[in-house]
Every structure is written in structure tokens, then in C-alpha cells.
């Protein structure tokens, strides 16, 4: 069974701070890798992908990383601004069986001016 | 249209309702998937379909839940006798393949009074 962890449930911080969330996951045999970002009552928005082969990507302030041996994700997020805000959620599909996505319960990111 | 679409957006039902919540994916998406989010949590697999087959339903909590597809596009999940526990937001995705990148929709909050 496939479980994800993510590390702080919830962080505050003040603009302009550059900030690390923390992914672990208990099988390494991931297909790829995913971020989203959830704001309250809306849908997930994808942020980034990365596949199993790959050691990071990067879109804008953000940037991915990822250590399958060590069942480990970071989301590294520059310059944090107020319009950050939002619950960020970390998913991995299982190289073993179809493209369902196993979640973990997200970390709570609040910037305030 | 742009992205997955999903109606009704929020839907009261009182217990022992009968629910039809749709989902409508990004064109020529394959892969189809339903999660169930409860406050606070990550979202939680229901079922996949992959073209008009549903390939996956092991996620379903019940036999109340049926969930269809029959042209491959849009889809339908239906909770048959909802109960209490049935309150939480249902979320839609879509992959252009399997494995493939999630794109997810604004989700449905049900709740069973």
C-alpha cells in the first residue's frame, strides 16, 4: 500500500520567504510525481510533474525535486507572495498499476503581507 | 472546452436521495478518474475509466455507488440512498493517457442533510 506524507500540515510565513514542503512516500516504485495547489473550494490546479527518471523541475518561483530511492519530494517556492496561499498537495502514481493518483492531506501555506 | 468541467457545483440532497453528479473531461483525454475529498484531507480514489472502460472501481465505499461512461467522454457518478457519510466534495480528472498528467475539475460539494 502506497501512503504519502506531507510535512508541515500547515505553515505561515511572511512575504518574501523562501520556503521548502516536505513529500514522503513508503514505496519507492512511483511512476511520476505530482504537485498541485488546491485554493478553498476550488479544484486541484497541477503545478508540476516530474517522472521517476527525473531529478527536479522547475516552473517560475518553483522548483521540484525528487529522491525515489529515499521516497522523498520537496516543493521549493521563492519569494513567497500573499497570492501563494493555498493548500499544496503532493500525489504519486505506483509503477505497478494503473494511473490512479495516491494522495497525501497537503500542507496549509499562509502569506501574509 | 478548456478544462474538466463538473456540475452541479454544489448540490444539498436529504438523506436517503437518490445523486447524479457529471463530469465533463478535456477533450480526447483517455483516462477519467472520480476522488472523493473529505474537509481536511487529501482526495481519495473512487474509479477509473479508461475510454468507455471502467478499469477500476475498487475505490466505491459501497454498492450505492455506481459510476458510468458510456461514450467514453463524459461521465456520471451516481450515490443511490445517500447517507450522512456521504457528505465530501467529488472531484473529476482527466489524463491524456494513462499515467499520464492529472487535470482536475472544480468538484461537486454534496452535502447530505
Known amino acids: 500500500k502506497q501512503e504519502v506524507t506531507q510535512i508541515p500540515a500547515a505553515l505561515s510565513v511572511p512575504e518574501g520567504e523562501n520556503l521548502v514542503l516536505n513529500c514522503s512516500f513508503t514505496?519507492?516504485?512511483?511512476?511520476?510525481l505530482q504537485w498541485f495547489r488546491q485554493d478553498p473550494g476550488k479544484g486541484l490546479t497541477s503545478l508540476l510533474l516530474?517522472?521517476?527518471?527525473?531529478r527536479e523541475q522547475t516552473s517560475g518561483r518553483l522548483n521540484a525535486s525528487l529522491d525515489k530511492s529515499s521516497g522523498r519530494s520537496t516543493l521549493y517556492i521563492a519569494a513567497s507572495q500573499p497570492g501563494d496561499s493555498a493548500t499544496y498537495l503532493c500525489?504519486?502514481?505506483?509503477?505497478?498499476?494503473?494511473?490512479?493518483?495516491?494522495f497525501g492531506r497537503g500542507t496549509q501555506l499562509t502569506v501574509w503581507p | 472546452g478548456a478544462g474538466v468541467s463538473q456540475s452541479p457545483r454544489y448540490k444539498v440532497a436529504k438523506r436517503g436521495q437518490d445523486v447524479a453528479l457529471r463530469c465533463d473531461p478535456i477533450?480526447?483525454?483517455?483516462?477519467l478518474f472520480w476522488y472523493q475529498q473529505a474537509l481536511g484531507q487529501g482526495p481519495e480514489f473512487l474509479t477509473y475509466?479508461?475510454?468507455?472502460?471502467?478499469?477500476?472501481k475498487s475505490g466505491l465505499p459501497s454498492d450505492r455507488f455506481f459510476a458510468e461512461r458510456p461514450e467514453g467522454s463524459v461521465s456520471t457518478l451516481k450515490i443511490q440512498r445517500t447517507q450522512q457519510e456521504d457528505s465530501a466534495v467529488y472531484l473529476c480528472?482527466?489524463?491524456?493517457?494513462?499515467?499520464?498528467?492529472?487535470?482536475f475539475g472544480q468538484g461537486t460539494r454534496l452535502t447530505v442533510v
Open positions: 514505496d519507492s516504485a512511483i511512476y511520476n
Open positions: 475509466f479508461q475510454n468507455e472502460a471502467q478499469l477500476d
Open positions: 477533450s480526447g483525454h483517455v483516462s
Open positions: 516530474i517522472q521517476s527518471s527525473q
Open positions: 500525489a504519486v502514481i505506483r509503477g505497478s498499476t494503473l494511473g490512479r493518483l495516491y
Open positions: 480528472a482527466s489524463s491524456p493517457r494513462d499515467r499520464g498528467e492529472s487535470f
